[in-house]
Antibody, heavy 122, light 111 residues
Framework: EVQLLESGGGLIQPGGSLRLSCAAS????????MSWVRQTPGKGLEWVSG????????YYADSVKGRFTISRDNSKNTLFLQMDSLRAEDTAVYYC???????????????WGQGTTVTVSS | QSALTQPRSVSGSPGQSVTISCTGT?????????VSWYQQRPGKAPKLMVY???KRPSGVPDRFSGSKSGNTASLTISGLQAEDEAAYYC???????????FGGGTKLTVL
């Protein structure tokens, strides 16, 4: 079964750091680009960051550029999101997601994790 | 990186058709045939309903159809059913700099 399982969320003070993980199973992880998408409470979806299958190419939303770092360990089938200098507006449920096929456009994500909640508050 | 523009809400009666619009720019929706649509129910992860403007993943009913004209994409749901009540989000590839952008979401109410 194709599955994504996020972990690492929690309560963190403004200015702090947190590292999210996403464990993938049931597919050839290294063949797929991956993304992190977040959803603020009661609001919409926001694409946060993406990474190529090899990990060489990375992409960020302007709202997190310079503060968040996406990476992956293909030997462990795991995706990461290092979040530094956290702000209250980063409070959200963070999902990792996978496009529907290895060479498909990154917007068409057909596999999603259950999400992990990040709360930035003092 | 402004979000794609969607109506906040739409509604329809069972059996009717509704269309949700998604307006972007020539740098995203208008520039690529990579527009997708997601259905999200409360407390659940998004579900891919349409990709590449007008293609459906297996298992998605053919009542759901996508289209695009210029900088505006549309999702049409025909033969509306009570189970279609949910939030719908459009999403577009936006080039190698912006990469991916979502719409603000539309709440569909089945009357």
């Amino acid at each position: 079964e194709v599955q994504l399982l996020e972990s690492g969320g929690g309560l963190i003070q403004p200015g702090g750091s947190l590292r999210l993980s996403c464990a993938a199973s049931g597919f050839t992880f290294s063949s797929f680009a991956m993304s992190w998408v977040r959803q603020t409470p009661g609001k919409g979806l926001e694409w946060v960051s993406g990474i190529s299958g090899s990990g060489v190419s990375t992409y960020y939303a302007d709202s997190v550029k310079g503060r968040f770092t996406i990476s992956r360990d293909n030997s462990k089938n795991t995706l990461f999101l290092q979040m530094d200098s956290l702000r209250a507006e980063d409070t959200a449920v963070y999902y990792c997601s996978r496009p529907r096929a290895p060479l498909a456009s990154p917007d068409g994500m057909d596999v999603w994790g259950q999400g992990t909640t990040v709360t930035v508050s003092s | 990186q402004s979000a794609l523009t969607q109506p906040r809400s739409v509604s329809g009666s069972p059996g009717q058709s509704v269309t949700i619009s998604c307006t972007g720019t020539s740098s995203d929706v208008g520039g690529y045939n990579f527009v997708s649509w997601y259905q999200q129910r409360p407390g659940k992860a998004p579900k891919l309903m349409v990709y590449d403007v007008n293609k459906r993943p297996s298992g998605v009913p053919d009542r759901f159809s996508g289209s695009k004209s210029g900088n505006t994409a549309s999702l049409t749901i025909s033969g509306l059913q009570a189970e279609d009540e949910a939030a719908y989000y459009c999403c577009s590839f936006a080039g190698s700099y912006t990469y991916v952008i979502f719409g603000g979401g539309t709440k569909l109410t089945v009357l």
